[in-house]
């Protein structure tokens, strides 16, 4: 089976990741969490930094984009994202 993106369901996938984050932070099985997703828009990390905070945990985003060249990211882009 191979994955395929639909940009359709981008808005199902982040509330269906969202979902999964409270859960996650509600059930308490974990001292941090790491959420590995692509942060294009501040709203997409807004709701669940919030929400973690309230929770009492620390928020740390880091952003790797320095770290690598941009034909690597592009050779690595499995997604087709622009």
């Known amino acids: 089976m191979k994955y ?15 979902k999964s984050f409270k859960k996650t932070i509600d059930d308490s ?12 828009k501040l709203a ?14 620390n928020v740390y985003i880091g952003d790797l984009m320095d770290k690598c060249k941009v034909e690597v990211c592009f050779q690595r882009n499995i997604h087709d994202r622009s």
Not at 4 to 18: G, I, T
Not at 29 to 40: A, G, H, K, Q, R
Not at 44 to 57: R, T, V
């Open 44 to 57: 997409k990390l807004e709701e669940m930094s919030i929400y973690a905070k309230q929770k009492g945990y």
């Open 4 to 18: 395929e993106f639909d940009p359709n369901m981008d808005e199902a996938y982040q509330k269906s990741l969202v």
């Open 29 to 40: 099985l974990f001292n941090f969490i790491i959420v590995d997703m692509v942060n294009d």
